[in-house]
């Protein structure tokens, strides 16, 4: 029998919930408009965590809102004459605005973003020149379209598979992982309790409290051996991080081959499949149809040179990992009534981001790379005749081309002088066994960032961030 306060914390919870679907209706519909009009656009940065979601929409929005400095020094030759302004907009407050003046502060501080905690978004209000007059009836001088860019734990990302996924099938993909290397190796008390466990037996909370905690730690084992189909991904962030009202629940393996009848009222199975299902409902599934089913243009990020530090099974890993979060999206060209009901993803633009670790002359092999990763997500959009492209890029640059022993180096400043950077072997695509025996001594460098000034007076150093801010631009000319 659930407590009155049970009851009445549920109850409260329903109608903050009703309230916010409400707003958020209200929001996608303005959206939607807005969008069906012409003039919003909305970009997913995708990633997982450590990706660099938060540098990059960082060093995105201060090279869009300090563009004319940039251009006087020659860059965005193919836009700069239809190019006028950008502009951060207050928001209503009905969402998390992006903090963005506490990251570019942390960056001129020298230090990185912190790991994102919660969901929150910027909107830019880009400037252009009309191509013609018809798109400029009111004769302003300008076209303006509102760019909405989103920021969130990597961690959440690994979640959506679960949106299409049963209590049944997530069991048996758990199975599969902990029967399969790294796993099998890693937790093999946690492995024989879960297999162990009665599914029909009444439902003890203080076991259940003391294998959730294995559970996690075992979770936030995998993560820090670079894998990444850890679910559900929220409990391998920070504990102080996991809100109190998050449906907290173990794989029972034991109930892998059940025959998927309801168990009794009271009992372990019937408490773990309730959980997963109010997980998926209220967690995972308004995150995809709040932020991704509204996306117009997915940039994916991705590290891979984290991954290739990793090694082989982290790597492989990454590639499911993200074929199974891209196959989840709507691709295609739309109509106006797509954009104002259904929009799909019309672009689809793969990032491998910290390019600065590597040597301009590895970065065609760090693309091949790229391209053998996301292969398959690659043809299944093109086949829906979305625009897909590949970039490599750094989103803030910390090291120096120099000279070392008369081979080209690279090198950062450090408070003790000059530190030179050890490159990693670069496969030409997809790594093989040798590949792997070859990088298994060096992993990727935490550099710290490099002096940034005031953006207003002089740019950020990066690589290649005038290629990404000229893709999206020119998205938005009329
Ligand atoms: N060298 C270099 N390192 C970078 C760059 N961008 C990010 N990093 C490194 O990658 C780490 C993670 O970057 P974030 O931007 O916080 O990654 P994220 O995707 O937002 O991660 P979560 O918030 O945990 O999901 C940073 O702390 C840096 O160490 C870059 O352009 N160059
Ligand atoms: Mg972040």
Redesign the pocket.
Known sequence: MPSIDSLKRRLQSGARRSRDSASQLAHNAERGLRRALGNRRCIAIT?????????????LITQLQHLPLQQAQGWYPDIGHCWLSAKLLNTDGSLPDYPYAQQQQRLQTGE??????ALSRALLEVRVKPGSRWRDLRNKGFVSTQVELW?????W?MDLPLAVMTHQQWLQDCFTQFNNEPRNAMAPALYSALLDLDPGAPFEPSVFESLFADYRAFLLACKARGLHIINPGRYALDEGDLPASLPRFIPLLSMVNADGSEWPAGSWGAQMAMRYRAYVQDWVKPFLTDVFEQVDHQLV?V?LL?ALGDGKLAMEELRRSLARVLQLFHYGHNSWIDRLLAPKIEQLTFVA?????VLPSQRKALSELMRALVAESVQAARFESVQVDHLE???????HLGERDGERALWVETPAGPAWLKHPHLPRGWPTDNDWTRLADWAP???D?PPLADPSHSTWP??HMDHLCQLLLKELMP
């Open positions: 990633g997982f965590s450590g990706a660099g979601k938060s540098t990059l929409l960082t060093s990185w973003p912190e790991p994102t905690r920021d969130y734990p990597g961690e990302l990020l590290d984290g981001t910290k390019l600065d670790c890029l750094s989103a803030i640059a910390g090291t460098p935490r550099l960032p990066s690589i």
